[in-house]
Every structure is written in C-alpha cells, then in structure tokens.
T-cell receptor, first 115, second 113 residues
Framework: AQKITQTQPGMFVQEKEAVTLDCTYDTSDQSYGLFWYKQPSSGEMIFLIYQGSYDEQNATEGRYSLNFQKARKSANLVISASQLGDSAMYFC????????????FGTGTRLQVFP | EAGVVQSPRYKIIEKKQPVAFWCNPI?????LYWYLQNLGQGPELLIRYENEEAVDDSQLPKDRFSAERLKGVDSTLKIQPAELGDSAVYLCASSQSMNTEAFFGQGTRLTVV
C-alpha cells in the first residue's frame, strides 16, 4: 500500500492566488512527522515545512501552511499569494516512528504558476 | 552557511563502466543519506549514515552499489558495473540528527547508455 499519496500530478494557479496541494498518508504509528519539499528544475530538494503528529496547531512558514487533519490522515500544503518562482515539483514525505529515520516520499505534484 | 554539495552534477557513462558520486554534507551534520530518484518519482532511500556507520542500507543493491563515509564527513557512492536501469538522479542529504529536517544537495543526474 502507498504510504504517501499525492493524487494531483499537476496543478495550475494564477499569480497571487492561493493553491492547495493534497497529500494523504498511511501509518499505524502514533508518532510520525510530515514534511513538504519543493524541487525546482535545478534538482535540489528544498525543505518547506514540517508537522509533527503530536502538534496541535497547523504548521506555518511564511506563505506556506500545512492543513493537518489527523483523523483523515491528510497533510495538505497551502501556498498563499503564489509567485512565479513557486513553479516546481512539490513532494510530501513522512517519517515514521521515533527510531527510523527514513523519509518516504510521494510521487509529487507539479505546480505551475502563470501571470 | 554552505549547503550540501554534490559532484558531478551530470555524468554520462556506458553500461558496464564504473561510476562514483561524491557528497559533502553541511558542516556539523552527523546524519547523511543517499537517495535515488527515478524520473517522475519521489526519492527513495539507498543508505543512511550516522557519522561513519551505515545504519540503514537495506535498500542498497549490494551486488553493484557501495558507499563509504570516511571520518564521518564526506561520502562517496559507487556503482560497478553500471546498468541501463541505473539512469536516475542520485541525491545526497544531511541532517543535524535524527528527527530533524534533511537538507538536500542538487543531485547527480546519471545517464547510462
């Protein structure tokens, strides 16, 4: 079974609008962490935001926020006020448990921001 | 502060030839990872180091892949011999410790012809 599911292969958004990138996960662990990374065409994976399973508040980092719905096992990324430079691949990832240090990635969503 | 540095950025080799990739993690980061990213997929872990010890190499195809991290700093990943299916991007990442975010390098894009 897929541990991380990103159902949107591609998304379009107009500059200055908000966009939500979907991510659902599957785990039986109580302790886990959820990450979002951005991968521009240069290839580097850029860390955006982190949500711990015990965090009660949704994580926010500047224009990025994570809409964490634990019961639904979803961790959607919201980008507010999109910019042309936000065009990239976006990957959701999960780290399970307190011992394993392996990040499991989804297949990614390609976001394109147009003027 | 310098990020994770990888070299080369691009490599084209003929099948059955050997190839090596180099990674210099962020200074002070004890944990180092090598990930494989196939086209259209998310990265998959090959091996993880805590200092110089490989603590998770369960996904590393040991018949042709090897890795080392001497002195717990730089790391090299080697493939010998390379196969057509090894064409992919090889990403190196480091983190300060377990359960902190990992920072990635720009990757090495390998093409085997």
């Amino acid at each position: 079974a897929q541990k991380i599911t990103q159902t949107q292969p591609g998304m379009f958004v107009q500059e200055k609008e908000a966009v939500t990138l979907d991510c659902t996960y599957d785990t039986s662990d109580q302790s886990y962490g959820l990450f979002w990374y951005k991968q521009p065409s240069s290839g580097e994976m850029i860390f955006l935001i982190y949500q711990g399973s015990y965090d009660e508040q949704n994580a926010t980092e500047g224009r990025y926020s994570l809409n964490f719905q634990k019961a639904r096992k979803s961790a959607n990324l919201v980008i507010s006020a999109s910019q042309l430079g936000d065009s990239a691949m976006y990957f959701c990832a999960m780290r399970e448990g307190r011992i394993t240090d392996k990040l499991i990635f989804g297949t990614g969503t390609r976001l394109q921001v147009f003027p | 502060e310098a990020g994770v540095v990888q070299s080369p950025r691009y490599k084209i080799i003929e099948k059955k030839q050997p190839v090596a990739f180099w990674c210099n993690p962020i200074s002070g980061h004890n944990t180092l990872y090598w990930y494989l990213q196939n086209l259209g997929q998310g990265p998959e872990l090959l091996i993880r180091y805590e200092n110089e010890e490989a603590v998770d190499d369960s996904q590393l195809p040991k018949d042709r892949f090897s890795a080392e991290r001497l002195k717990g700093v730089d790391s090299t990943l080697k493939i010998q011999p390379a196969e057509l299916g090894d064409s992919a991007v090889y990403l190196c990442a480091s983190s300060q410790s377990m359960n902190t975010e990992a920072f990635f390098g720009q990757g090495t894009r390998l093409t085997v012809v």
